[in-house]
C-alpha cells in the first residue's frame, strides 16, 4: 500500500514538474519571439513618421492621411515632468517596480475574462503594455492578443529604460482628432506647447487616452473633465501636488480649441469610411441594422463610435495603402452637374456654407464599387466644411423608398404590374391604422408611375410592415427602428432615414438581378505590403423574376410617370424613381441604366421647404447630366446582361390575364351589386381570379415539389387579397384540389 502511494507521487511530482518545464518552454518561446520583434524595430518604430495613402482607380493619390497637427517628438527630457506625473499616476502607479507586467493587474483581468464567458479583455494593462499594443499590435480583442501584449511588453522592459519606455508611449499615445503625443495634442487644443501647459491642462489631456472617443474634449467635455479630476486626485495621493494645486487646478475650466478641418466634402473621406468600417468588421465587430428600443440604438452607437475610433487611429497610425474605384472622371461629372444645377441657389446660413445642399452617388452595376460619391456643393470658404453628406447625412427618402420597401416584396408575393390595389385615404389610415379601408381601385403600374401614396400604403399593410422593412435590413440600411414598423413607412416616414449610398445600392440590386453587396470603393487595402482586403460575396435579396419586373415598371416610371423628364434613351434603358418629402423639404431621384445606378439628393442640412423642390426638379435634373455622358459609350445596353434564365410566360404571366375593364364592361367602379360590394370589388376579385389561375396552372404542371410549393404559396397570398366570399370560395377549393395532387 504504501508502495503505491509512494509511486503515485513519484509520478504526481513528475508530472507537476513536467508541466513546469512545458509552460518555461512555451514562456521562453513567447518571449525569444518578443525580443527579436522589439530588436528587429529598433528605436526608430517609435518616431518614425510614415503615413497611410487613398488612390484612386487610375494609381494616382488621392490623399495622404496625415494627424491633426503636426507630430512632434519630444526626447525624455523635454517632457514635462507633469505628463509623466498625470501617466504614471492613472494608467501605472506601479510602473517604477514592476518587470512591464503587473501580476495582480493580469489576475484581475483574467477574472473580468472569466466572468464574462470570454467576451470581454479589459484591465491589467501596465503602460509597457500599452505601448507595446499601440505599436505593434491590431485592436482586436482576443486572449491571445493579450498574451502577445504581455511578452512584448516584457521585451521592451528588458531592452529599454523606464525613462525609454515613457518617452515612446507619451510620443504614440493618442489623443483623439488625429493627435498622436503630448505635444500635438497641446496644440491641437490648446494652441500651447506642452511646456506652457498648467497642471489642469497637463491631466485634461492625459485623460484621453484612456478612451479616445469617450473623453473627447471636443464632443464630451464633461466626461473629459471628469477623468481629469481623478487624474488631479491621484497625483495629490501619490505626493506629485500639494493640496492647493489639487483645489486650483480642479477649480479651473479649460478652454478648448475648435478642431481645425482637415477634411472637405470629397471622396477621400467616404474612402477613409469604407477603410475604417472594413477593419472593425475584420477585429470582430458585430454590425446590427435594426434596432428593437432607443436605449439599444444609444448602446450601440457608443460601442460603435469607440471601435470606429480605434480603426481610425490605426490607419492614421502610417503604413497603409488602401487603393479605391473612385474615377475622377465620374467624379468631377457628378460634382459639376450638382453645382451647375444649384447655382441660383446662394442664401449661406451662419457658417457660411450654401443652405440648399446636395449629395450623390454612382456606382458601377457590374463590379458594384462606387466609382463616385459628392458629399455638397464646391464652395471656397475661409474655413473648409468636413461634413459629407453622401454617407454621413441621413434623410427621409420620401417615395423613392416605394420600390424596395413596398412594391419590390409584394412582386415577391406575386402580385403583378396589373394586380389591383386599393386608392385608400392616407390621412384616415393614420386615424384608424388596424382598420380594414377601401378605396378606389387603382392598378399596381398606375399606383407606382404616378407614385401615389394610397395605394402603397394598403399594398404595405397587405404584405406586412415587417416584411418589407425585412428587406431593407438584408441590404443593411443601418438605421431601421422599431418605430419604423408602421404603415406610413411606405411614403418614406423614418425615424432616422437613410442616405444616397445605401439607396443606391439598394436600387442596384434590381438592376443586377436581386443580389446585392454592401457599397464600398475599397478594391484592396495594404498594411506595411500585405494585403488585407477580401471581397465580399453577393448576396440574394428579390428574386430574379420580382427584380426584372421591377426593372420593367421603373422603366415605366420614366417613360410615362414622375420621372418622364428624364425620358428614354432608345439604344441603353432607363430605370427609376422620384422621392419627395412633406412640405418640399427633400427632393430624390434613384435612377438605373445598365452600366450604372446614381442615387442624389437635394435638401437642406437643417430641413426646411425648398419652393419648387422635388424628386423630379432638382436630383433629377443633376442625375439627367450625368447619365447623357455615361450612357453614351455603354459597356452594358441592357439589363437582362444581369438576369438569370427565367422562362418568358413566367415573368408575363400577368399580362396573359384579362384587362380590368373586361369585368361588367360598361358599368361604374362605383355601382354597387350588392351592400358593401361594388363593381370596383367584382374586378379586382375576378382579376386576382384570373392571377390565381395561373400560378395553379403552373404548379400543376410543376414536377419540383419546392418550386410547386411556392406557387401555390404566392395564390394563396392573392387569394388572401379577394373581397367577395363567392370568389374566395371558388378560388379556396381550387388551391386545395391543387394541394391535393402534391
Same mark, same amino acid.
Given at each position: 500500500m504504501?508502495?503505491?502511494?509512494?509511486?503515485?507521487?513519484?509520478?504526481?511530482?513528475?508530472?507537476?514538474?513536467?508541466?513546469?518545464?512545458?509552460?518555461?518552454?512555451?514562456?521562453?518561446?513567447?518571449?525569444?519571439?518578443?525580443?527579436?520583434?522589439?530588436?528587429?524595430?529598433?528605436?526608430?518604430?517609435?518616431?518614425?513618421?510614415?503615413?497611410?495613402?487613398i488612390?484612386?482607380?487610375?494609381?494616382?493619390?488621392?490623399?495622404?492621411?496625415?494627424t491633426?497637427?503636426?507630430?512632434?517628438?519630444?526626447?525624455?527630457?523635454?517632457?514635462?515632468?507633469?505628463?509623466?506625473?498625470?501617466?504614471?499616476?492613472?494608467?501605472?502607479?506601479?510602473?517604477?517596480?514592476?518587470?512591464?507586467?503587473?501580476?495582480?493587474?493580469?489576475?484581475?483581468?483574467m477574472?473580468?475574462?472569466?466572468?464574462?464567458?470570454?467576451?470581454?479583455?479589459?484591465?491589467?494593462?501596465?503602460?509597457?503594455?500599452?505601448?507595446?499594443?499601440?505599436?505593434?499590435?491590431?485592436?482586436?480583442?482576443?486572449?491571445?492578443?493579450?498574451?502577445?501584449? &504581455?511578452?512584448?511588453?516584457?521585451?521592451?522592459?528588458?531592452?529599454?529604460?523606464k525613462?525609454?519606455?515613457?518617452?515612446?508611449?507619451?510620443?504614440?499615445?493618442?489623443?483623439?482628432?488625429?493627435?498622436?503625443?503630448?505635444?500635438?495634442?497641446?496644440?491641437?487644443?490648446?494652441?500651447?506647447?506642452?511646456?506652457?501647459?498648467?497642471?489642469?491642462?497637463?491631466?485634461?489631456?492625459?485623460?484621453?487616452?484612456?478612451?479616445?472617443?469617450?473623453?473627447?474634449?471636443?464632443?464630451?467635455?464633461?466626461?473629459?473633465?471628469?477623468?481629469?479630476?481623478?487624474?488631479?486626485?491621484?497625483?495629490?495621493?501619490?505626493?506629485? &501636488?500639494?493640496?492647493?494645486?489639487?483645489?486650483?487646478?480642479?477649480?479651473?475650466?479649460?478652454?478648448?480649441?475648435?478642431?481645425?478641418?482637415?477634411?472637405?466634402?470629397?471622396?477621400?473621406?467616404?474612402?477613409?469610411?469604407?477603410?475604417?468600417?472594413?477593419l472593425?468588421?475584420?477585429?470582430?465587430?458585430s454590425?446590427?441594422?435594426?434596432?428593437a428600443?432607443?436605449?439599444?440604438?444609444?448602446?450601440?452607437?457608443?460601442?460603435?463610435?469607440?471601435?470606429?475610433e480605434?480603426?481610425?487611429?490605426?490607419?492614421?497610425?502610417?503604413?497603409?495603402?488602401?487603393?479605391t474605384?473612385?474615377?475622377?472622371?465620374?467624379?468631377?461629372?457628378?460634382?459639376?452637374?450638382?453645382?451647375?444645377?444649384?447655382?441660383?441657389?446662394t442664401?449661406?446660413?451662419?457658417?457660411?456654407?450654401?443652405?440648399?445642399?446636395?449629395?450623390?452617388?454612382?456606382?458601377?452595376n457590374?463590379?458594384?464599387?462606387?466609382?463616385?460619391?459628392?458629399?455638397?456643393?464646391?464652395?471656397?470658404?475661409?474655413?473648409?466644411?468636413?461634413l459629407?453628406?453622401?454617407?454621413?447625412?441621413?434623410?427621409?427618402p420620401?417615395?423613392?423608398?416605394?420600390?424596395?420597401?413596398?412594391y419590390?416584396?409584394?412582386?415577391?408575393?406575386?402580385?403583378?404590374?396589373?394586380?389591383?390595389?386599393?386608392?385608400?385615404?392616407?390621412?384616415?389610415?393614420?386615424?384608424?391604422?388596424?382598420?380594414?379601408?377601401?378605396?378606389?381601385?387603382?392598378?399596381?403600374?398606375v399606383?407606382?408611375?404616378?407614385?401615389?401614396?394610397?395605394?402603397?400604403?394598403?399594398?404595405?399593410?397587405?404584405?406586412?410592415?415587417?416584411?418589407?422593412?425585412?428587406?431593407?435590413?438584408?441590404?443593411?440600411?443601418?438605421?431601421?427602428?422599431?418605430?419604423?414598423?408602421?404603415?406610413?413607412?411606405?411614403?418614406?416616414?423614418?425615424?432616422?432615414?437613410?442616405?444616397?449610398?445605401?439607396?443606391?445600392?439598394?436600387?442596384?440590386?434590381?438592376?443586377?438581378?436581386?443580389?446585392?453587396?454592401?457599397?464600398?470603393?475599397?478594391t484592396?487595402?495594404?498594411?506595411?505590403?500585405?494585403?488585407?482586403?477580401?471581397?465580399?460575396?453577393?448576396?440574394?435579396?428579390?428574386?430574379?423574376?420580382?427584380?426584372?419586373?421591377m426593372?420593367?415598371?421603373?422603366?415605366?416610371?420614366?417613360?410615362?410617370?414622375?420621372?418622364?423628364?428624364?425620358?428614354?434613351?432608345?439604344?441603353?434603358?432607363?430605370?427609376?424613381?422620384?422621392?419627395?418629402?412633406?412640405?418640399?423639404?427633400?427632393?430624390?431621384?434613384?435612377?438605373?441604366?445598365?452600366?450604372?445606378?446614381?442615387?442624389?439628393?437635394?435638401?437642406?442640412?437643417?430641413?426646411?421647404?425648398?419652393?419648387?423642390?422635388?424628386?423630379?426638379?432638382?436630383?433629377?435634373?443633376?442625375?439627367k447630366?450625368?447619365?447623357?455622358?455615361l450612357?453614351?459609350?455603354?459597356?452594358?445596353?441592357?439589363f437582362?446582361?444581369?438576369q438569370?434564365?427565367?422562362?418568358?410566360?413566367?415573368?408575363?404571366?400577368?399580362?396573359?390575364?384579362?384587362?380590368?375593364?373586361?369585368?361588367?364592361?360598361?358599368?361604374d367602379?362605383?355601382?354597387?351589386?350588392?351592400?358593401?360590394?361594388?363593381?370596383?370589388?367584382?374586378?379586382?376579385?375576378?382579376?386576382?381570379?384570373?392571377?390565381?389561375?395561373?400560378?395553379?396552372?403552373?404548379?400543376?404542371?410543376?414536377?419540383?415539389?419546392?418550386?410547386?410549393?411556392?406557387?401555390?404559396?404566392?395564390a394563396?397570398?392573392?387569394?388572401?387579397?379577394?373581397?367577395?366570399?363567392?370568389?374566395?370560395?371558388?378560388?379556396?377549393?381550387?388551391?386545395?384540389?391543387?394541394?391535393?395532387?402534391?
Open positions: 504504501k508502495k503505491r502511494k509512494k509511486k503515485a507521487i513519484r509520478i504526481l511530482a513528475v508530472l507537476f514538474l513536467g508541466g513546469i518545464l512545458i509552460c518555461a518552454g512555451i514562456f521562453g518561446i513567447g518571449f525569444v519571439k518578443a525580443s527579436a520583434i522589439v530588436k528587429e524595430s529598433g528605436r526608430t518604430i517609435f518616431s518614425e513618421k510614415e503615413n497611410s495613402y488612390y484612386g482607380d487610375d494609381g494616382q493619390v488621392l490623399a495622404k492621411l496625415n491633426g497637427e503636426d507630430r512632434v517628438y519630444l526626447e525624455y527630457d523635454q517632457i514635462p515632468e507633469a505628463v509623466v506625473q498625470a501617466f504614471v499616476a492613472v494608467e501605472d502607479r506601479r510602473f517604477y517596480a514592476h518587470p512591464g507586467v503587473d501580476v495582480m493587474g493580469i489576475l484581475r483581468s477574472a473580468v475574462y472569466v466572468r464574462s464567458g470570454g467576451s470581454t479583455i479589459q484591465g491589467g494593462s501596465t503602460i509597457t503594455q500599452q505601448l507595446a499594443r499601440t505599436v505593434f499590435l491590431s485592436n482586436e480583442v482576443t486572449i491571445e492578443r493579450k498574451v502577445k501584449e &504581455i511578452f512584448l511588453a516584457m521585451a521592451l522592459e528588458a531592452r529599454y529604460s525613462e525609454d519606455i515613457l518617452e515612446f508611449y507619451i510620443n504614440n499615445v493618442y489623443f483623439a482628432n488625429g493627435n498622436y503625443g503630448i505635444e500635438a495634442a497641446a496644440q491641437s487644443y490648446f494652441g500651447r506647447s506642452s511646456a506652457q501647459l498648467d497642471v489642469s491642462e497637463v491631466a485634461l489631456l492625459c485623460a484621453i487616452p484612456n478612451s479616445p472617443t469617450w473623453y473627447d474634449p471636443r464632443a464630451h467635455l464633461d466626461h473629459t473633465l471628469m477623468r481629469r479630476d481623478k487624474i488631479l486626485k491621484n497625483m495629490r495621493e501619490q505626493g506629485y &501636488i500639494t493640496a492647493q494645486e489639487l483645489d486650483i487646478a480642479q477649480a479651473e475650466t479649460p478652454v478648448i480649441l475648435e478642431k481645425k478641418s482637415e477634411w472637405k466634402n470629397d471622396p477621400s473621406s467616404y474612402a477613409l469610411d469604407c477603410a475604417v468600417r472594413y472593425m468588421k475584420d477585429s470582430g465587430f454590425f446590427v441594422w435594426y434596432f428600443s432607443d436605449e439599444e440604438y444609444r448602446d450601440y452607437k457608443a460601442a460603435y463610435e469607440q471601435a470606429y480605434k480603426e481610425k487611429e490605426r490607419i492614421y497610425r502610417g503604413k497603409f495603402k488602401i487603393y474605384s473612385l474615377n475622377s472622371k465620374i467624379q468631377n461629372l457628378l460634382q459639376e452637374q450638382t453645382d451647375n444645377t444649384l447655382t441660383k441657389f442664401d449661406v446660413g451662419d457658417d457660411g456654407v450654401y443652405l440648399l445642399q446636395s449629395a450623390g452617388t454612382v456606382i458601377d457590374v463590379t458594384g464599387k462606387v466609382v463616385a460619391v459628392v458629399g455638397g456643393r464646391s464652395q471656397t470658404l475661409s474655413e473648409s466644411h468636413t459629407n453628406r453622401a454617407y454621413q447625412s441621413f434623410r427621409q420620401g417615395s423613392s423608398i416605394k420600390p424596395l420597401l413596398v419590390g416584396p409584394a412582386l415577391e408575393k406575386g402580385y403583378s404590374a396589373s394586380s389591383v390595389l386599393q386608392n385608400i385615404s392616407v390621412e384616415e389610415l393614420k386615424k384608424n391604422p388596424s382598420g380594414e379601408l377601401t378605396g378606389s381601385p387603382m392598378q399596381l403600374d399606383a407606382l408611375y404616378k407614385s401615389e401614396n394610397g395605394p402603397a400604403c394598403w399594398l404595405l399593410k397587405q404584405i406586412g410592415v415587417s416584411n418589407g422593412l425585412s428587406y431593407l435590413e438584408k441590404m443593411h440600411f443601418s438605421r431601421l427602428m422599431y418605430s419604423d414598423q408602421n404603415i406610413v413607412s411606405a411614403l418614406g416616414g423614418f425615424t432616422y432615414g437613410t442616405n444616397v449610398i445605401e439607396m443606391a445600392g439598394a436600387y442596384r440590386s434590381f438592376a443586377v438581378g436581386g443580389t446585392h453587396v454592401d457599397p464600398t470603393c475599397i484592396s487595402m495594404l498594411y506595411d505590403g500585405k494585403e488585407l482586403w477580401t471581397e465580399e460575396k453577393e448576396t440574394e435579396v428579390y428574386t430574379a423574376k420580382a427584380s426584372q419586373e426593372i420593367r415598371l421603373l422603366e415605366g416610371v420614366v417613360q410615362s410617370g414622375t420621372a418622364r423628364r428624364l425620358g428614354q434613351n432608345s439604344q441603353v434603358p432607363r430605370a427609376g424613381k422620384t422621392g419627395t418629402t412633406n412640405d418640399n423639404k427633400d427632393g430624390w431621384f434613384c435612377c438605373m441604366i445598365p452600366d450604372y445606378t446614381v442615387s442624389v439628393w437635394v435638401g437642406c442640412d437643417n430641413p426646411q421647404r425648398v419652393p419648387g423642390l422635388s424628386g423630379g426638379s432638382y436630383p433629377l435634373t443633376i442625375v447630366g450625368v447619365i447623357e455622358q450612357d453614351d459609350a455603354p459597356k452594358v445596353t441592357n437582362a446582361a444581369f438569370k434564365t427565367i422562362a418568358e410566360e413566367d415573368l408575363t404571366f400577368s399580362k396573359e390575364v384579362g384587362a380590368y375593364d373586361s369585368y361588367l364592361p360598361g358599368r367602379d362605383a355601382e354597387e351589386l350588392s351592400p358593401g360590394y361594388t363593381v370596383a370589388n367584382y374586378r379586382q376579385d375576378h382579376m386576382l381570379a384570373d392571377q390565381i389561375d395561373v400560378l395553379l396552372n403552373q404548379a400543376m404542371e410543376e414536377t419540383d415539389a419546392s418550386k410547386k410549393s411556392d406557387l401555390i404559396t404566392q394563396e397570398a392573392l387569394k388572401g387579397q379577394i373581397f367577395g366570399r363567392t370568389v374566395s370560395g371558388e378560388v379556396e377549393t381550387k388551391i386545395a384540389y391543387v394541394k391535393g395532387q402534391q
